[in-house]
Structure formats: C-alpha cells, structure tokens
C-alpha cells in the first residue's frame, strides 16, 4: 500500500479507503459511531469503548488537539478511530500534543478521508458488526481474522481497576458521605462528579464481593459505566444482587443494566446503540426533557421488570428505558451519563439529587442536614 493509506474492512465485506494520521499496523473491532460535535478525547479515552472502532460523525476532528485535563482514563479504550476530515492546524491554549501524535503514542490506528456519512447510514440500516482497520494491504489473513474475531467476555473486568483505592472529597464541601464506587470500566468525570460534591469514595474492582463492599462501612453504593455485553458482567450481578436491600445502590448505563439484570429484568443488543451528547429523555414523572450523554450498545425490556420499579426516564428517540427507580429497596439509575464528559450538563442535577438522598438516608437531625447541604450549595 502507498504511504499514508489506510483501508476500513467491515463484516459485510465492504472496503472504504482513506488516508491514515494515526499508528500503523491492524485493529480489530464493533464499529460503532458517536454523533458528538465536540469532545474526542473523552471518548477516545472513555473505557466503555473497549474493543470499539469509533467512527465521529462530525466532520471536522482534531481542530483543538489534546490537552491534559480532559482524560476520563489513563489511555485511548477504542481499538481504532475513523474521521472525515483530520485536521492538521490544531490550535488551543490548552493543547500540549496533536491528536494524531496522541494517536501514534498510543498505538492506535486511525483513518481520515472517509465518508462517514455514508458509512454512518451503513451502520445505522445493517446493525453493529465488527471491522478491522488498516495500514496494510487487505490479505486473506486480515479478512479470516476478521471472522474469527470476536466480543470479548465481561471486558469490564479488563478496564476495571485491579485494587481499591480510596479517594477524598474537596474538604470545603465533604458531606460526611463514603460512596463504594463498583469499577466496571468508570469514567474520571464520574469520579469528580461525586468528589466535587463531598463524597468520599471507595473504589473496587469489578468483581468485588457484596460482603466486601458492606464491611467497608460505606454509606452507598454507585455501579459504574463500562463496556460489554451487561450479561456477561456475572460477577458484577452477583455483587449487586448480595447488596439490594441492604444499601442503598444507583447505577450509570453498565451499572443500570446490571442493577436491572439482578432484579430479574432482561437486557437485550440495540441495532446500532446510542452514542452522543444530543439525546433527548423525558423525565416520566415530571414531563420535563433533558439532552443527555449517552454511551450504550445495549437496552433494558421495560417488560420484564418486576411491579415494584418505577420507570424515571425513555428516550424520546425510539422509546427505550433511560431510568428506574425502586424506592422501597432504595435504587435509583440512568441509562445515559449525568457527568457528560463530552456533552450537555442538563442531568447533572441527578448528582445533586442522589447525593442528597445519601445524606438524607444517613443523617436524620435537621440541624445536621442544614450544615451539609449549607456546605454544599456554596
């Protein structure tokens, strides 16, 4: 192949050429397309990419570069990344890298010149299916990999963190609340969404045990995002399962689903998943909408949930379940991403509701509550 040139395989045999700006060499992956306008080193580096190929729908990437804030892990997640356009005169105060130098450092193939558009319609008409990209020519061993390459098992416990690690809320706003955050590939924006609102957190490994979280004296627990197939995150569902009834439990978009897997409800694979900042949700009991940040492959049947859980949120778009709630065993969970990182901040009010609830399940006296919420409102 010529220099610069890159080739998209995907699993229906289809081939887009385009011109490489990222490391060389073949990935395999799920394409799947993210219709964000801004923020791909968030996505890039969010863990519930893991073993994706991500295709952005906005033309134009690479405009402001990376910078150094803006992680929500400590590496790119997706195994390759396919744009329009890539463009090479980044400018930003905050830029210290190229997107495409960040690219190579991490190893990750990448392809501009594509027509994403059209590829994106792809996507959308024939469902996800797995690809490879490329800077090589297109062997009969590529295209025999590819179909022999498959979803691994419970890839959260591939992103989670191996050990627990405590991390302490900002001291002008700690509420006196210890939050055990359940790793299954979480996002940093996650973690300082509940740090910047006093908590101080615990985080475990995704195949932590129900008994190990309750002897660790925490006040409440928060299922985290991350990749996969929620089925196969047994560990994980076996954990909440020991853990309803006896804490208090939220869940974001993994952790949602698994929380729903382990009140008995059904999980089943959208065609090609929701990925983007613009994704409207009503609020059922208020009517209120919200444009939300959203991450999944994969959707709960209302259905098969059991009679004591209340619907919070559907997406306006197809009508999915985006939230539940069970107050009498003291659940609550989205679908989408309150934190964004990248997108609207609409829900991030569900942080402040959630941490409010965890005061309010630990402190009774008025007086104490006052002092709290007085600290955290400042």
């Not at 190929?53 to 990437?61: A, K, L, N």
Request: hydrophobic share 35%; glycine share 8%; charged share 25%.
């Amino acid at each position: 192949m010529s220099e610069n040139k890159a080739r998209l395989l995907l699993d229906n045999g289809m081939i887009f050429e385009g011109k490489s700006f990222g490391a060389e060499g073949t990935a395999f992956g799920e394409i799947c397309f993210n219709t964000s306008m801004t923020g791909y080193q968030e996505i890039l580096t969010d863990p519930s990419y893991a073993k994706q190929v991500v295709v952005m729908t906005y033309p134009e990437i690479g405009n402001y570069g990376i910078n150094k804030e803006d992680f929500e892990s400590s590496k790119v997640q997706a195994t390759g990344f396919i744009v329009k356009n890539y463009c090479e005169n980044e400018s930003h105060y905050k830029s210290y890298i190229k997107l495409k130098d960040y690219l190579k450092q991490q190893n990750i193939v990448s392809i501009s010149n594509i027509d994403t558009r059209r590829l994106t319609t792809i996507i959308r008409e024939s469902g996800a299916m797995n690809c490879a990209v490329t800077t090589e020519e297109i062997t009969d061993e590529i295209k025999n990999k590819l179909k022999q390459f498959s979803m691994d098992k419970d890839i959260s416990k591939q992103v989670s963190t191996k050990n627990a690690e405590k991390i302490l809320p900002l001291k002008e706003k700690d509420c006196g609340i210890k939050v055990a955050l359940i790793d299954c590939g979480v996002k940093k924006g996650i973690v300082e969404a509940l740090k910047n609102r006093g908590c101080e957190i615990i985080v475990f490994p995704a195949d932590v045990s129900a008994k190990t979280v309750l002897e660790s004296s925490v006040d409440s627990v928060l299922i985290s995002n991350g990749p996969g197939d929620p089925q196969d995150a047994v560990d994980a569902i076996e954990t909440a399962k020991g853990l309803i009834g006896k804490i208090p439990i939220y869940g974001i978009c993994l952790g949602y689903q698994i929380l729903c897997i382990a009140l008995g409800g059904k999980t089943y694979k959208l065609k090609y998943g929701h990925r983007g900042g613009n994704h409207p949700v009503i609020n059922r009991q208020t009517g209120k909408v919200i444009m939300t940040s959203q991450n999944h492959g994969y959707a709960v049947d209302e259905k098969t949930l059991p009679e004591n859980v209340e619907v919070t949120y559907v997406n306006l778009n197809d009508e999915t379940l985006e939230g539940f709630c069970c107050k009498s065993l003291k659940i609550d969970a989205v679908q989408f991403h309150p934190e964004a990182a990248p997108g609207p901040y609409d829900a991030g009010v569900i942080f402040d509701i959630w941490v409010y609830e965890m005061v309010v399940n630990k402190y009774k006296g008025i007086k104490k509550l006052k002092l709290i919420f007085d600290k955290l409102i400042k």
